[in-house]
Structures are given as structure tokens and as C-alpha cells.
């Protein structure tokens, strides 16, 4: 049977992250990260790194933690509740896992610690116009010269791209085969246009226009199966960050809701707002457990696409609904932009939409049930 509570070391890790995010990042920095639009705060970042959190999920003798799935599940949810904004998802864990799995012994030894350090950040291009992440249909191409390539094609949705130091690129090499090369973020013939988006995070749209590497920055072959499982972990951690922002919009629909007077009375006292709050909590605490109990199979090494995918399919539109439910019991105030429910409500809308599509997900729970 398999243990659902959490270690003391654990219990002592929430407590220290929560406590960081409390004292270092308030609302207000919240609010400053997009209004100037200043992506994220490296200051913070910094800490990040002081703190071992970009060293998670790499192994200590690259400079990192030697943690596992569970240990960045509890950072995604208290950062969740915090709104934190960093590339911590695209450098350490997509690419972070990207180097350690197909990178060599000498791209492992060079890129992971400066990660783990903060002093690079590493993004992911994957997704194409039309594409999102089949691999059979990728179009960016690379050509082989005789000391590296050249890379030509667009890519959307690309996190960070503007100040990345490396892009992994899925692209189509000489042959036909699926490469990932590192791209340098100050290489010629790389544009980046910034896209709209609804929760306040730049992604982009990047160009590349005969872009030269050296043969040096390629990993190794990855697969469509290898692909598929670092994008779907990747979600899962994303889920945890949306259980964090519902249980967030929870709490400040419950104070709300106390504090409230209507007809004489605080809101809270009517029957319509607790069962609408209960169910809200039912739902939040659901999501938890589906969460908890996945990345409790990655962390033991245990085969788990079906239960990667009902965790998408799940906990983001289930958190989304808390979050607007604890929208509509702020009632008119929680539609204003000055109040920072709506900031929960823009991020985890944001989140869902990166989960994947519903049909997807519901597709591999098909298949892995045999049907």
C-alpha cells in the first residue's frame, strides 16, 4: 500500500519554502513582475539558487539536490499559492531533464551546475504552427555541415526565449531524424516576437533563420515516447502549482466571506456559500491527492502515463472552477483588476491551457486501460 504522508525532512521543506515566499514574495512583487513586465525577479531567482531550489531533481554530483518528484511537487504548490513567476519549470526541470537524460558527460558537466547556480536559463522549443508535440510533424530543419548545423523554422510558445542562454529545439536533422540541439540564445539569425497572453507570463514566437551550432551542442537521440514523458512530468509539477492557487483562492473566499456583511450577517453564515465553499474544498483536496499520489509513482520509478494523464485532464479544469468560484463570492470586487484574486484567476487559466487538450489526455487514459 502506498504511503500518502511525507517525511519530516519534507514537512520541514514546505515549511521553508512557504516561509521564503511569505517574507521575499508578497503580492506586491507579484504585481511589479507584470505590470513592468519584467518576466520574473532575478533577486529572487538568486535566492532561489541560495536556497537549493534550482538544484532539484539533479543529482549532487552536478551541484544539485538528488530530490525527487515529490520534493518538487511540494515547491510547485506553495509556489502556486504564492503566484511565483521564474523559469525554474522550462530550465530545471524540462531542461535540467532534457541534459541529464540525453545530454553527455561533458553537457552534463558544464550546463547543470550553472543551473542549479542560477547563472544560465534553459528553455524548451518544442510546439510549431500546427504542431504541438508530435514529433512526425515537426518542420524545423536542421542541415549538417562539417562542423555543425544549421537551423531554419519557427517555433511558438516558447517560454523566456528572449533572455534564454539555450534553447533545446526539437527539429528534423539531415536524415530525418528527430534532433535537439542547444541553441544559444545570442546566436545570429534568431528572432523572438513576444505573444498575448492571458496570465501575464511572456512566451514567444522564434524564428530561426539558418542558425549555426557546432556539433558539440546536440544531445542525444529522444525519442516520441521520451518526448512525451518529460513534457507530461513537467504538467504534473504544473498541476501541483494549480492545486497551490486554488487552495490560495479558497482561503481568500472563505476570509472574504466572513468578513462580508450582508442583510445583517457575514455571507459565510448562509447555507448557499458554505456548500458552494465545500464543494470547492472537496474539489482542491481531490486534486491534491491525484497530484500527490502520481508524483509518488515518479519518484519510485513506476510506469505512470494513465495516471500522468487524468492529472491534467483533472486537477486543471477542477482548479479553475475553485478559482472562479472564489471569484464569484467576492462577487463584484473580484472582478477588478485591482484585486488580487483576479491575478490568481489570469494564472490558472493560463495553466490549463498549457495541460494539454482534454481529448489528448482523455486518449492515453483509453489506450492505457486497453480500449
Known sequence: MMDFGFSEQQEMFRTSVR??????????????????????????????????WLGLMIPEQYG??????????????????????????????LGGQAILNFGSEEQKGRLLPAITQGEIVVTWALAEPGVNSDLSLIATKATSLD????????????????????????????????????????????????????????????TFDEVRIDKGNKLGKASQADIDQLVSQAKVLSCAEMVGIAQAALDMAIWHAEERVQFGRPIASFQTIQHKMADMSLAVQGARHLVYYTVRLLSEGIACAKERAMTCLYVG???????????????GVGLSRDHNITLFY????????????????????AQELGL
Open 19 to 52: 516561509d521564503a515566499l511569505e517574507r521575499e514574495y508578497p503580492m506586491d512583487v507579484v504585481r511589479e513582475v507584470e505590470e513592468k513586465k519584467i518576466d520574473y525577479s532575478r533577486e529572487f531567482y538568486a535566492k532561489m539558487a541560495q536556497m537549493g
Open 64 to 93: 544539485g539536490e538528488s530530490s525527487n518528484w515529490i520534493d518538487a511537487a511540494i515547491l510547485y504548490e506553495e509556489a502556486g499559492k504564492a503566484l511565483l513567476s521564474s523559469p525554474h519549470l522550462v530550465t530545471v526541470i
Open 147 to 206: 562542423d555543425g548545423y544549421t537551423i531554419s523554422g519557427t517555433k511558438l510558445f516558447v517560454p523566456f526565449a528572449h533572455l534564454a542562454d539555450y534553447l533545446i529545439t526539437a527539429c528534423r536533422g539531415p536524415e530525418g531524424e528527430i534532433i535537439l540541439p542547444l541553441v544559444g540564445g545570442t546566436n545570429g539569425g534568431l528572432t523572438s516576437v513576444p505573444l498575448d497572453t492571458i496570465g501575464g507570463s511572456r512566451l514567444d514566437e522564434v
Open 317 to 331: 479544469p477542477t482548479c479553475n472552477s475553485v478559482v472562479r468560484g472564489a471569484m464569484h463570492i467576492h462577487g
Open 346 to 365: 489570469r494564472r490558472a487559466k493560463a495553466i490549463q491551457l498549457n495541460l494539454g487538450y482534454s481529448e489528448l489526455n482523455s486518449k492515453i487514459i
